[in-house]
């Protein structure tokens, strides 16, 4: 059954609205509010959340309650076609059942766990399980560490298993049953305060649901289809347990809400909700027997399967399913989104040398969040984007696991012939011989590059990258049933790196590639190497140079794989150079292992449709600098203000305040995780001389002095008819802390600017010259002071960059759709966007809300006036309104406070309400 719904989505600010009226009125034509049909798939539901760039950057430390469950059943199809071929039965039928049955056995599953969980059946598990963070769960925390948090463990296995087997009790029997065994006590359930209930529901198609993930702004024709879909839900989603043959159970997407009445208690417990879900899933899906009652044909073959490579989860909106930190894991996860666009093709997986998530991370930048940049409403059907997620992902999943495969098939064969120092051995002979060919000499100059970009600890290009891929637990929880372990094929790297360092320093300091007549070819560079040294060889276009082709000794290859044909290295030189493109291909591999290999026993989870929680994370964007710039800047104008606005001194001194800036990162190896520290250019104030020969001269013209080339010439703070003309001079350069580590170091430039304008502020402060001397001019002060204010508004209105955050409720859009005829108002949207029936306007939508709370009934009319009086707010704020009510003759009186443009000092005299007619007993049976 579903029991709610939660959509959570992304949103710019709302824009600019007319100012009301001194009173309002409006009749409504229902006389009781209308709203979501009970027996709706969206009963119960969850507000839907609005956020802009930098208020989704705020929300992304805060736990989601609503994610999307992303299933790709082909796995499923593909063990269900091979049971169909040994038993002789239909293929086709039995892949679809197959799916199917997949597809209904983890919804199933899923929900039995939420439904535990929030009725406090299951114990939250700690997603954080750091030294230090205090836990009565000493057994699961050491469990889990021991294990890797791997549910496979024997000893997290039967762990889990005990707790799950105590699941069908009260609370009470459960924490008494499970307290001798670690310390539970009722604080480790979740209680009925939360008021949790949770809903899962199939996703047709992408809709206005999740329109915010696609719009810049909410309108009211946003809210017309947003209320025509609640009306009609079925059109865009059913129920995750719909048997229906027309749902795609090959590429399906849930959405999975929890729907909580007390959020504070929420954002405390969230993230180790989600943490405790996924655990408690991957465990019940093998291991549990309620997995028999959700598909009795395939429970048993299904155990056996990868689930976590077949469901990967994506928080609906800006919050997360798990912690946003500034690590490998992170941002390797998060990464994945480039890969549910649309092309999905030419992204930074397919490097030969990755740049690494955290330089991607720089380069990219601020970016949009509710452009639809992921293209989910290009699709007619939801699951033709999952579809193309899954093959883009799967794709490069199957590129990273071959590039390990490849290189541990390398490195063992190699390294179970040749020692390190017997393949040095093996090289001299061929370079330090009397005769040796052109060809010889170009792979010779090839292996010392090779080793050069690779293996330098000078130079250090890759050595430190690839060095680290034998600490990274990522990579070290790779298990290979034949060959080397990956940190055994790291320290073979290593050994060979030194063991080849004396004869390529040699070869190097000689005249051995100095040769009169030679020259290198350098057609037979490996790739990787090419992209690290950015060499684009004539080789590689059009060339009459010969390619190149490895030498074979006369005694025959250097190492072949049972088969001669299946050669491994032509030659002893040959070997070493495959060594090191195998280095480097793991190295490649493990910038992304935690999103592309099997290494977790969870289902991974990404911040796909926030690129702010990496963003936020890693300093990169700071979601307050613009709030915090408008008010400094407020400040230094009230004080030039205040020591020239006043007098004819014409000099001004402006300033700004330049973002802080990520330049690099350091790299901290903790625990095998990879952590970045950034390099941060801390924000700085930028100070800007003006002449402003108005108040002085009469004229209205200005020249400016800056520091910084790109400082805008707007002194006069409004557009109009300009003259103006800049000069600037600018020098930058950076910063090589190592070759991979490049930073900007501070710009040295300068600008001078002059120019004249017609506008309001230019021609009132030239008129401000007929102050005379340097006594008090008021008309300058008052330009002056006018400029302060101005900015400041204006620099309030960023959209973008101030955090703004709103909430709609689902039935209120319908209610107002269906009691204004199918077409909900323009003045609708603000009270809708502040979580309010719409009436008129905002104070009117507020009165309305406050007395349905307070007496039961939704007001009929709503009329209110200006009732100025001395108070804490302004006095324009103070209002009386008139209620009229569906269940009495009269009206009720409502004192209370409201600005009619925002909605923002609201309040309501308690004291003073007031009725007449036969409402008198309406407010005394008030709560």
């Not at 290009?378 to 699951?383: E, K, N, R, T």
């Not at 093996?426 to 690779?454: F, H, K, M």
């Not at 909430?807 to 609708?828: K, S, W």
Request: hydrophobic share 40%.
């Amino acid at each position: 059954m579903i029991v709610g719904l939660t959509v959570a989505v992304s949103m710019t600010s709302i824009g600019s609205w007319a100012q009301m009226s001194a009173s309002s009125s409006v009749n409504s034509p229902l006389s009781s509010p209308a709203g979501l049909p009970a027996n709706s798939l969206l009963q119960p539901f969850n507000q839907l959340r609005f956020a802009n760039r930098a208020q989704c950057a705020v929300e992304s430390e805060l736990p989601t309650t609503s994610i999307f469950a992303i299933i790709d059943g082909y796995n499923a199809g593909r063990l269900s076609a091979g049971i169909a071929k040994s038993l002789g039965l239909p293929v086709d039928s039995l892949v679809t059942s197959g799916m199917q049955d997949f597809r209904l056995a983890v919804s199933g599953v899923q929900s039995q766990i939420l439904e535990k969980m929030l009725r406090g059946k299951l114990p939250l598990l700690p997603a954080d399980l750091s030294e230090g963070l205090p836990t009565n769960l000493k057994n699961y925390k050491t469990r889990a560490l021991a294990c890797g948090e791997n549910v496979f463990c024997a000893d997290l296995q039967r762990y889990l298993a005990t707790v799950w087997a105590q699941s069908h009790k009260s609370t009470r029997e459960i924490v008494a049953a499970l307290q001798p065994i670690d310390g539970f006590t009722a604080n480790n359930f979740i209680s009925d305060k939360l008021g949790g209930k949770a809903s899962c529901l199939y996703l047709k198609k992408f809709s206005p649901f999740q329109a915010p993930l696609q719009a810049a702004e909410l309108q009211a024709s946003e809210l017309n289809q947003l209320a025509e879909v609640a009306l009609h839900p079925e059109t865009v989603v059913t129920s995750c347990q719909d048997q229906s043959p027309e749902l795609d159970s090959r590429n399906a997407a849930l959405q999975i809400d929890v729907h909580v009445a007390d959020e504070k208690l929420w954002n405390q417990i969230g993230f180790d909700f989600w943490n405790s879900y996924k655990i408690y899933l991957s465990w019940a899906l093998r291991y549990s027997s309620d997995l028999q009652g959700w598909t009795p044909k395939f429970a048993q073959v299904f155990r056996s399967l990868d689930f976590e490579e077949s469901l990967v989860f994506m928080p609906n909106g800006c919050r997360a399913m798990t912690v946003p930190r500034c690590d490998n894991q992170t941002l390797a996860m998060n990464a994945i989104r480039e890969l549910a666009k649309k092309s999905g093709t030419g992204t930074e997986f397919d490097d030969l040398i990755p740049k690494g998530a955290e330089n991607n991370l720089v380069e990219r930048g601020a970016r949009a969040v509710n452009n639809d940049f992921l293209g989910t409403g290009s699709y007619d059907q939801a699951s033709d984007w999952v579809a193309n997620f899954r093959k883009n992902f799967v794709e490069t999943r199957w590129i990273m696991k071959n590039k390990v495969f490849n290189a541990n098939q390398t490195m063992t064969v190699i390294a179970r012939t040749y020692s390190p120092e017997n393949l040095v051995e093996n090289i001299e002979p061929l370079l330090l011989s009397g005769a040796v060919d052109q060809s010889t000499r170009d792979e010779a100059a090839y292996l010392c590059l090779e080793w050069r970009l690779s293996s330098d600890k000078r130079l250090d290009f890759l050595r430190s990258d690839i060095d680290r891929v034998a600490q990274l637990e990522s990579m070290l929880q790779i298990k290979s049933q034949v060959g080397l372990t990956i940190a055994e094929q790291v320290t073979y790297f290593q050994k060979l790196s030194e063991a080849l360092r004396p004869l390529c320093t040699d070869l190097e300091q000689s005249d051995f590639f100095r040769r009169e007549g030679y020259q290198t070819n350098w057609s037979g560079l490996e790739p990787w190497a090419k992209e690290l040294t950015k060499t684009s060889l004539p080789q590689d276009q059009n060339s009459s140079s010969p390619v190149f082709s490895p030498l074979r000794p006369v005694a025959g290859p250097a190492l072949v794989l049972g088969n001669p044909e299946v050669l491994i290295c032509a030659n002893a030189m040959d070997c070493a150079r495959k060594i090191f493109k195998a280095a480097v291909d793991l190295y490649a591999a493990s910038t992304y292992a935690e999103a592309f290999l099997p290494i977790s026993s969870t289902a991974a989870s990404a911040d796909v449709f926030n690129p702010y929680a990496e963003l936020k994370a890693c300093k990169v964007y700071d979601p307050w600098f613009a709030k915090n710039r408008v008010r400094k800047i407020f400040v230094a104008d009230l004080f030039n203000t205040a020591l020239v606005g006043w007098n004819s001194i014409p000099l001004y001194l402006d300033v700004d305040f330049r973002a802080p800036k990520v330049t690099s990162f350091n790299q901290l190896m903790s625990d095998g995780k990879l952590k970045y520290d950034p390099n941060i250019q801390k924000s700085k104030m930028t100070k800007t001389l003006i002449a402003d020969f108005g108040p002085l001269l009469g004229a209205p013209c200005a020249i400016q002095l800056s520091p910084h080339a790109d400082t805008p010439f707007n002194f006069y703070a409004f557009q109009g008819i300009s003259l103006n003309y800049c000069k600037a001079k600018a020098e930058r350069g950076g910063v090589v802390n190592r070759p991979g580590d490049i930073a900007s170091a501070d710009p040295t430039d300068a600008s001078v600017c002059a120019g004249c304008t017609l506008n309001f502020v230019a021609v009132a402060g030239a008129a401000s010259s007929v102050g005379v001397g340097l006594g008090f001019n008021p008309l300058k002060f008052g330009v002056y002071l006018f400029r302060a204010i101005y900015r400041f508004y204006k620099g309030n209105q960023d959209k973008t960059n101030i955090p703004r955050g709103y909430e709609l409720r689902l039935d209120q859009v319908v209610d107002a759709y269906q009691r204004y005829g199918g077409n909900i108002p323009e003045f609708c949207v603000l009270p809708l966007s502040q979580g309010f029936k719409c009436f008129q306007d905002v104070c009117s939508s507020k009165v309305a809300d406050y007395v349905e709370r307070k007496f039961g009934s939704f007001p009929t009319k709503v009329s209110w006036r200006n009732s100025p009086r001395a108070g804490g707010v302004a006095a324009s704020h103070y209002k009386m309104a008139v209620v009229k009510m569906p269940n009495c003759d009269g009206s009720i009186t409502v004192p209370f406070t409201c600005n009619e443009r925002s909605g923002a000092d609201w309040g309501v005299d308690k004291i003073h309400i007031s009725a007449g007619g036969n409402c008198l007993p309406v407010i005394r049976r008030r709560p």
